[in-house]
């Protein structure tokens, strides 16, 4: 991927010990340039993977652009992109516009990710730190975003190199969302990602509890696969505030591994989704 930004750097900056990561305040100028023309950005974060991160990112987008709002989505998982596949547009391809690389469109909703630049699904993207960095970069400085309401950043999991340089790339966030499921092996680690936003002074929206109980299909009563409540128990006493539990439905997954949205579902996960939204929006208000 190349863009303007790198070809116009000449390389001789101490940061830039190769070009992918270089720190030209040009680069700078053009993110703030970019960033600037959107309105809420908000990061996706969770402490441990699998614990349904990307799907709850990709339900929120849908639930904004539902609601009237333009919405872009960022997939910042360098290495284990998913948000296309989740969007039904994995065998889209990024092209070149007059303004910048032009991100694919969903529905409606913006996307940009590493796997809309491999050659096949199949493609594996085995890059050290600095190359990892560079792509993120270039997806905040080169990308042709436009006027957004709302730019969702899927990060990858846990509390080191990518979240915490996606975190310092992007200016003026309005805060993060943790996801998390319920038992206590995940709570461990969303704990963690909690604290590291509130270290790095990004505020915290709130915490979501996915997969929080199954309804039984005959009998109606909630089985507790993962148990329940753990993400509100975390919030309550890490001091941040609790979005809302998303229950487990063997349809997300479903409709996941098709492409489409889960959100507008008439059911229990979908009226959550709606929930946690409004949550969302109020304290953006």
């Not at 303007?4 to 053009?30: F, I, M, N």
């Not at 009998?219 to 505030?241: H, M, Q, S, Y």
Request: hydrophobic letters at 40%; charged letters at 25%; proline letters at 5%.
């Amino acid at each position: 991927m190349s863009g303007s930004v790198k070809e116009s750097c000449d390389g001789s900056c101490e940061s830039c010990g190769e070009r992918s990561t270089c720190a030209d305040p040009r680069a700078q100028d053009e993110t703030s340039i970019r960033m600037g023309r959107i309105k809420h950005k908000i990061v996706v974060g969770s402490g441990k993977g699998g614990v349904g991160k990307s799907t709850v990112t990709v339900n929120l987008a849908v639930a904004l652009k539902r609601r009237g709002y333009s919405v872009g989505i960022m997939d910042a998982d360098i290495t284990g992109p998913c948000i296309p596949k989740l969007m039904g547009i994995e065998d889209k391809k990024v092209r070149p516009g007059e303004e910048g690389i032009e991100p694919v469109d969903a529905d409606g909703v913006k996307v940009i990710s590493m796997a809309l630049l491999l050659e096949s699904r199949d493609s594996a993207v085995v890059w050290r730190g600095p190359m990892k960095m560079g792509a993120l970069k270039q997806f905040l400085t080169e990308v042709n975003w436009g006027d957004l309401d709302f730019l969702l950043v899927d990060l990858p999991p846990g509390t080191s190199d990518e979240p915490i340089s996606a975190v310092q790339l992007i200016q003026d966030l309005d805060g993060a969302i943790i996801v998390t499921t319920p038992q206590e092996v995940a709570l461990l680690d969303s704990r963690k990602a909690v604290n590291m936003f509130l270290m790095m002074k990004v505020p915290v929206l709130g915490i979501v509890e996915n997969m929080s109980g199954l309804r039984c299909p005959r009998c109606g009563e909630i089985i507790e696969v993962f148990k329940t409540g753990g993400g509100e128990k975390a919030a309550r006493e890490l001091d941040v505030d609790f979005l809302g539990s998303i229950p487990l439905d063997p349809e997300i997954g479903r409709l996941g591994d098709k492409g489409v949205a889960f959100e507008g579902q008439k059911t229990d996960a979908g009226e959550a989704f709606e929930k946690i939204v409004s949550e969302i929006l109020q304290k953006l208000q």
